[in-house]
């Protein structure tokens, strides 16, 4: 860590002082909540919300402007009042999301007047429009001077808005090293947890198809991508996370891979997306599973299910979560590897029109492994 003692001296203060309010025995639901879900087909906003099932949401998301001069781009439909006034009186907390390039991030992190400028314009959209805290989606730091420059960004926004009375959260890299690199020590303390971003280890830039989000790496995956299970072991044992400020992703998406079988590779052995791999959301595999076209199928050592077409003229193989893996996820994150909670991206993307199948599953799985969780606890 790079910051000057006097930075890492608050930092310490910070961790004794201003500590974050830790939720072992309350874990976490939380969910990323886009504004554009308003215009989807069919609409999902506010109103259709289940804040019965959650206990955060993320609404996603404001970042900086292109002007880079510290300032906020926030798009004109971006706030709901309804969202925070619904979700307040389900006891459910709201945070805004701050994303945007990373081009920009690393241009105002790294100069202290800027820094200061977006920390200030960042608490002050927060409080004044009642959010309870803010959650950086940063994607990503790439060298230890852009991870330092973020974490003084986090503290300086921390100084803003104080633990115990804002949450802080950040979504990081679920293979910190080989994408992203983080301030560990100096973000950990200033955090209320950390949203694990436990998906996309497959995809259009990978070169073979693949699991999305796996629980468990396969030892048969040729590029040995990663997995829900690898993910918490290296923020457990190498970055010394504690469990209770780690939430894990699932994904209520997956894609869709121009071949027919599970680790089947691309034309030419090329990136898949030469080819295409579109995102395919859950309500649309349930439409195709509809059909009775497609081939349910159940990797064993993955965790993870897939769907397979003999027949199709393009895109043969599927990538996807269903209820059971994503209750197996649920279970895994709070009552093996005892963390402080499990997260989605993203909420609308199983509804379909009546219901929400992905997020009953999450919310099943919760609830009874938070009573397994409070049953096993030691009498004090």
Same mark, same amino acid.
């Given at each position: ?16 002082t ?22 989807n ?10 804040y ?44 805004v999301?701050?994303s ?14 800027l820094?200061?400028?977006?920390a ?51 979504a990081?890299?679920? !293979?910190?090293? +080989?994408?992203?690199? *983080? @301030?560990? #020590?100096?973000? $950990?303390?200033?955090l209320?947890? &950390?949203?694990?971003m ?16 796996p ?12 997995s ?31 071949v ?52 199709? !003229?393009?895109? +043969?193989?599927?990538? *996807? @979560?269903? #209820?059971s893996? $994503?209750?197996?996820?649920?279970? &895994?994150?709070?009552?093996?590897r ?43």
């Amino acid at each position: 860590m790079t910051l000057t003692l006097k930075a890492t001296l608050a930092a310490l203060i910070s961790a004794f002082t201003l500590a974050p309010v830790l939720h072992a025995a309350s874990p976490r639901l939380l969910a990323y909540y886009e504004f554009t879900d308003k215009y989807n087909i069919p609409p999902y906003d506010a109103s259709t919300i289940p804040y019965h099932q959650l206990t955060h949401i993320v609404h996603s998301n404001i970042g900086p402007s292109n002007k880079a001069d510290g300032s906020l781009a926030v798009p004109a439909v971006f706030l709901e009042p309804n969202l925070i006034a619904r979700a307040h009186a389900a006891g459910v907390k709201v945070e805004v999301c701050i994303s945007g390039p990373a081009y920009l991030f690393v241009v105002i992190d790294a100069d202290p007047t800027l820094r200061a400028t977006f920390a200030q314009n960042i608490a002050n959209f927060a409080i004044a429009n009642g959010y309870d805290g803010v959650d950086f989606d940063y994607e990503v730091p790439y060298s230890q001077s852009q991870a330092d420059n973020f974490t003084q960004l986090i503290a300086a926004v921390r100084d803003l808005m104080p633990a115990g009375q804002y949450l802080l959260s950040a979504a990081v890299s679920s !293979s910190p090293g +080989g994408y992203g690199v *983080y @301030d560990f #020590p100096g973000m $950990t303390p200033l955090l209320d947890f &950390y949203n694990v971003m436990t998906y996309d280890f497959h995809g259009a830039w990978t070169n073979h198809a693949g699991h999305n989000s796996p629980l468990y790496l396969s030892p048969l995956d040729p590029g040995q991508e990663g997995s829900l299970d690898t993910s918490a072991g290296e923020y457990l044992t190498t970055y010394s996370v504690p469990a209770e400020q780690i939430n894990l992703g699932t994904a209520f998406y997956g894609y869709a891979f121009d071949v027919y079988g599970l680790w089947s590779f691309c034309a030419n052995d090329e990136l898949c997306g030469n080819k295409g791999a579109p995102t395919v959301i859950y309500s649309q595999v349930e439409q195709l599973l509809k059909t009775g076209v497609w081939t349910e199928n159940f990797d064993d050592l993955a965790d993870a299910p897939y769907l397979l077409d003999p027949n199709a !003229s393009m895109f +043969g193989f599927i990538t *996807y @979560d269903n #209820p059971s893996s $994503t209750s197996e996820k649920v279970s &895994y994150a709070l009552t093996k590897r005892h963390l402080g909670g499990v997260f989605m991206w993203e909420l609308s993307q199983d509804y379909n029109g009546t219901g929400q199948p992905l997020l009953n599953a999450m919310h099943s799985a919760f609830v009874h492994a938070a009573a397994e969780t409070n049953a096993t606890a030691p009498a004090h």
